[in-house]
């Protein structure tokens, strides 16, 4: 039943059913052992940072996450709830047809129904949210240094886009949209890094290639979006939006911001090196 992702859908790779605990439950054929244990493991890390996150895509009573979606140049992972515990993971080739596949991943998980749920040790719903409701608080002034007045001005310019934060490869925080305390940042920032680490970890489920360049990880919630997106040396910018927000076109600002956001630290790097 999982092969009729590949069978059924061009230009899909692969699939993997996972528990929460990171125990693969079942997988397509042409995974190895080997294989399936290491993105199952990545894929069970990967959902419970993604809840973790909640709260920095926004205040809600509801905070459900809804899916993972990692892109890299030479491929797609999608990553599902499959019942209690249990989760769904797919590969596919770049040009892969989103819709059709994401149709198939749910209806397989509606085939199976209650055969794919796994009891956690934990109930994985109630995974603890870093930095509690931090999102919801107003958080205390900022020095101006920590403001990045690009990013205000990105999420100015879309609706419904949230907050922005810059990290650096060292995976602490360089500047942040206006609203967001040292703390919150402190605090997403290490959620994030734990999963552009989780995503990097899937490029071989995702193409076959292990150096595959990864471009950005989309987490959706039922009240948001969280964006990952890579800014080149290891350095990346995660960002929140409402539900209805353009994604499409407020990733696309964000990328499209990169060299400007980077360029300063490339200067400073070759003055000290002049000196």
Not at 26 to 55: E, F, Y
Not at 88 to 109: T, Y
Not at 240 to 252: G, K, N, S
């Amino acid at each position: 039943m999982v092969q009729d992702i590949v069978d059924n859908v061009p230009k899909a790779r692969h699939a993997v059913v996972l528990s929460a605990d990171g125990i693969a439950r079942g997988a397509t054929d042409a995974l190895t052992d080997k294989d399936v244990r290491t993105i199952s493991a990545a894929m069970a890390g990967m959902q419970s940072l993604s809840r973790a996150t909640a709260h920095f895509a926004g205040p809600s009573q509801d905070r459900q996450w809804s899916q993972t979606i990692i892109e890299f140049s030479q491929g797609w992972v999608f990553l599902i709830g499959a019942g209690q515990g249990a989760y769904l993971a797919a590969a596919a080739e770049p040009g892969v047809d989103m819709q059709q596949i994401s149709f198939r991943m749910h209806r397989l998980v509606a085939r199976l129904g209650n055969n794919l749920t796994s009891l956690p040790r934990l109930n994985a719903g109630d995974a603890p949210r870093a930095g509690g409701d931090a999102a919801a608080r107003p958080q205390g002034p900022v020095g101006s240094g920590f403001v990045i007045a690009e990013l205000d001005e990105a999420i100015a310019s879309v609706r419904g886009a949230r907050h922005a934060l810059l990290l650096g490869a060292d995976g602490l925080p360089h500047g942040a949209s206006t609203g967001i305390g040292r703390d919150l940042a402190d605090t997403i920032s290490a959620a994030m890094t734990g999963i552009h680490a989780y995503s990097r970890a899937t490029a071989p489920f995702a193409s076959g290639q292990r150096d595959d360049e990864w471009r950005q990880t989309v987490i959706e919630f039922q009240h948001g979006w969280i964006f990952l997106i890579a800014a080149g040396d290891g350095a990346f910018v995660a960002a929140a939006a409402e539900p209805d927000c353009d994604i499409e076109e407020f990733t696309t600002h964000l990328s499209d911001l990169i060299p400007t956001l980077i360029a300063p630290k490339a200067s400073q790097s070759e003055g000290a090196g002049d000196a």
